[in-house]
């Protein structure tokens, strides 16, 4: 027996249904629009400490909304509710649905945080899980949708990390940031 894509959609809403899950499931809505992602990354800018993380996050997400974007209008892909009808709780979402440009957003944001510090990189991480989850939940992307947007953040967190280390390879204020990656914090964290 295979199960679709619809089918695990169904099971959530109908196994996992409850007033807190609307309410996370809202807030996570209006926390992983670009507007809170580009806006926190814009005042990570401001702390000299930070500023690193702000500007591959910012970063990070243009490309994301660059790539995902035109990927949308070539994939042209029908969202949930437009093959099973539902009774939606947030407003009906007008683009198409792959990939899922909030699941993008907040892990752009979490492979950022990662890259920058272990301890809140983990609390981002699973911020995006819960994202992504929700967009399931809310029957507005299908689950390949939430996939290829994490996937699509890794890969732009990615570049835009190396052209970043490329760019900026010597200089002293960006080296510490720059040398980071989670396997020497952790190898740091246990010496």
């Known amino acids: 027996m295979s199960v679709s894509e619809l089918d695990i959609l169904i099971w959530i809403r109908d196994n996992m249904s409850s007033a807190a899950m609307d309410a996370a499931s809202e ?80 892990f752009a944001l ?15 991480m699973a911020f995006a899980t819960f994202v992504a989850f929700s967009r399931l939940y809310l029957f507005v992307h299908w689950p390949t949708d939430v996939i290829a947007g994490a996937i699509m953040a890794a890969a732009c967190v990615f570049a835009v990390r190396s052209l970043m280390k490329s760019r900026l390879e010597g200089n002293r204020r960006w080296q510490k940031f720059l040398d980071s990656d989670v396997r020497s914090a952790i190898r740091a964290k246990r010496g």
Not at 34 to 57: D, E, K, N, Q
Not at 84 to 90: C, E, F, G, N
Not at 110 to 124: E, H, Q
């Open 110 to 124: 979490a492979f950022s945080v990662l890259c920058f510090d272990r301890r809140y990189g983990v609390a981002a």
């Open 27 to 106: 807030a996570a809505d209006l926390l992983a629009g670009g507007a809170f992602t580009y806006a926190l990354s814009l005042l990570l800018l401001i702390p000299r400490r930070t500023r690193p993380l702000g500007v591959l996050m910012l970063l990070s997400e243009a490309l994301c909304d660059l790539i995902g974007g035109p990927l949308k209008a070539v994939t042209a892909r029908d969202r949930p509710f437009e093959d099973y009808p539902v009774d939606l709780i947030i407003s009906r979402p007008s683009d198409y649905s792959f990939p899922s440009g909030h699941t993008a957003n907040a």
